[in-house]
């Protein structure tokens, strides 16, 4: 680096320490003339600065806000302090725009070394704001990555640990990071299952970036909301159910929509589809949303489906009884 260039950083990094600066102490702090700083302030202001200047015995140069944002001159400290920031504003959903936190966050932490990165990981980890309750703990490098490649449409690779513990390998097209209910999520292009997939942020390790762009697919902010809607609603039920369809899974997934995550081919011709609730009475609101005339078999557990069936049958019983009397007005 030249000695003007080195100068002139020097310079940038006092006027943004302070609101305003005599030019003869900037001259003293830098070593050079005062006709040196003006010099170096005229070339500041070439690059984007704005530097006002005041003259007389009590004028100086003050720092102020421009139309567009220069290159900022950070100090170890503060970019430390300013990743911080950005973690537990990216963790907690402090703000709105979380795409717009993380990818801050990501860019700023490709540039700390090794060392500032090792302290930003321990004091982000040991900071827990007041009156929050954290969700699953979330890797900060991990959602920085994820932030960059859906920004920059990459192809990644990553490992999954399932709510039942079953370890994959995924290759996936990443779309969006969005955060729901404490959690963060992925919504995705699956490459190995030709499908939109939904994955818990806390679930996923060992992120590969392939080097490998893709052309993003069409998607609509609702139809990223119902992704993750779904993919909240994917907890244990303690009633749970899988019903087989007489429904081929492509006809299936395009009649249920994200709604079909989760199901799987039973054979070339029938569905297998998860659905359950907190009670036999929403894992029974579920299955009216099996298409009209498609039949279908039903693997649910006692006491939910003699209660189910008991709730059905009078149900029944009611349809075939003669309508009430209708009451005298």
Known sequence: MSDTTSRALSLLNLLQTHRH??????????????RTVRRDVERLRELGYRIESSPGAA???RLEAGSALPPLLLTDDEAVAMAIGLRVAASQRLVSGPE?????????????????RRRVTALAEA???????????????????LALACRDHERVRFTYTSA???????RVEPHALAPADRHWYLLC???????????????????????VLFAPKPLTAEEIEEFVLV?????????????????????????????GQGAEPEDESHTRWP????????????????????????????????????????MLRALDAPPPVPRER
Not at 21 to 34: F, N, Q, Y
Not at 164 to 170: I, K, S
Not at 242 to 257: Q, S, T, W
Not at 282 to 303: K, N
């Open 21 to 34: 600066w005599p030019g003869s102490e900037l001259a003293d702090r830098l070593g050079v003339t005062e």
């Open 59 to 61: 004028g100086g140069y």
């Open 100 to 116: 717009t936190t993380l990818t801050a966050l990501a860019k700023l932490e490709q540039v700390l070394p090794a060392p500032l």
């Open 127 to 145: 900071l827990q704001p007041a009156g929050l309750n954290a969700g699953a703990a979330v890797s900060g490098e991990v959602l920085g990555e």
């Open 164 to 170: 039942a513990g079953e370890v994959t390998r995924r």
């Open 189 to 211: 292009w699956d490459l190995d299952k030709v499908h939109w997939r939904t994955f818990r942020v806390d679930r996923l390790a060992d992120v590969e970036h392939t080097r």
């Open 231 to 259: 993919a909240r609603s994917w907890v244990r039920q303690a009633v749970e159910a899988d019903a087989v369809m007489e429904l081929p899974i492509d006809e299936m997934r395009a009649y249920f929509g994200q709604w």
């Open 275 to 314: 659905v359950g609730g907190s009670d036999f009475r929403e894992t029974m609101y579920g299955l009216t949303w099996i298409p009209a005339g498609v039949e279908y078999a039903l693997d649910l557990a006692e006491p939910a489906r003699g209660e189910l069936r008991e709730a059905l049958e009078r």
